[in-house]
């Protein structure tokens, strides 16, 4: 596996389910970011971790709870979603010491919230 | 309120000739910028930047160019080829933040 990895690709939940998605990235880079896409909106950030603290939350509802047990996973724990949450759910990781601005992206999870 | 737009959501051009793609932002504290592009079912690439401090940079068949007194910057893709088409995201930063602010995307597609 090269590049960021994403888990699973495609997801459909009701609104009292609870999932996960995961995200895996194989470029030693220590820094992880979840954004969301919604359509025809901006790519939104909504946590950064880096060297595995958190450093950014941005405005983000407690229905979403992100988790990064090392610098190589990124998880985020959904429960309780609203139809409103249905987007494309972006991974991103970069190398701090170096350019931060270059971000290395998953292909994204696809949520559906019914 | 939006930092950074990409007024044109879709742009039309012809193989061989040249894509322009605008963006304008609002937050004169940011000081780095970036282009990526997004084919469908994958995850955006990182394509070209430009730090405030250049008007131009240059990358093959890419150039970016930033005018800061309009806050405004250009992507330029000369020749353009089929396998450009895709949609195409500005962003910017403040060097030292860990904070990409992303437009809304321009789909660009290039007709053979």
């Known amino acids: 596996e090269t590049g960021v990895t994403q888990t699973p690709r495609h997801l459909v939940m009701g609104m009292t389910n609870k999932k996960s998605l995961k995200c895996e990235q194989h470029?030693?880079?220590?820094?992880m970011y979840w954004y969301k896409q919604s359509a025809k909106k901006p790519l939104e950030l909504m946590f950064v971790?880096?060297?595995?603290?958190?450093?950014e939350n941005n405005s983000v509802p407690s229905r979403f709870s992100p988790e990064c047990p090392n610098s190589s996973h990124l998880f985020l724990h959904l429960h309780t979603l609203q139809p409103e949450d249905s987007a494309l759910y972006l991974c991103?990781?970069?190398?701090?010491?170096?350019?931060?601005?270059?971000?290395?992206f998953g292909p994204g999870t696809r949520l559906t919230v019914t | 309120d939006q930092q950074v737009k990409q007024n044109s959501p879709s742009l039309s051009v012809q193989e061989g000739r040249i894509s322009i793609l605008n963006c304008d932002y609002t937050?004169?504290?940011?000081?780095?910028f970036l282009w990526y592009k997004k084919y469908p079912a994958e995850g955006p690439t990182f394509l070209i930047s430009?730090?405030?401090?250049?008007d131009k940079n240059e990358d093959g068949r890419f150039t970016v160019f930033l005018n800061k007194s309009a806050k405004h910057l250009s992507l330029h893709i000369v020749p353009s080829q089929p396998g450009d088409s895709a949609v195409y995201f500005c962003?910017?930063?403040?060097?030292?933040?860990?904070?990409?602010?992303f437009g809304q995307g321009t789909r660009l597609t290039i007709n053979p």
């Open positions: 991103a990781s970069s190398q701090v010491a170096r350019s931060v601005h270059e971000q290395y």
């Open positions: 470029l030693g880079h220590n820094a």
């Open positions: 937050n004169s504290m940011f000081d780095y």
């Open positions: 430009i730090s405030s401090i250049k």
């Open positions: 962003a910017a930063t403040i060097q030292g933040a860990q904070k990409l602010v």
């Open positions: 971790y880096s060297l595995e603290e958190r450093v």
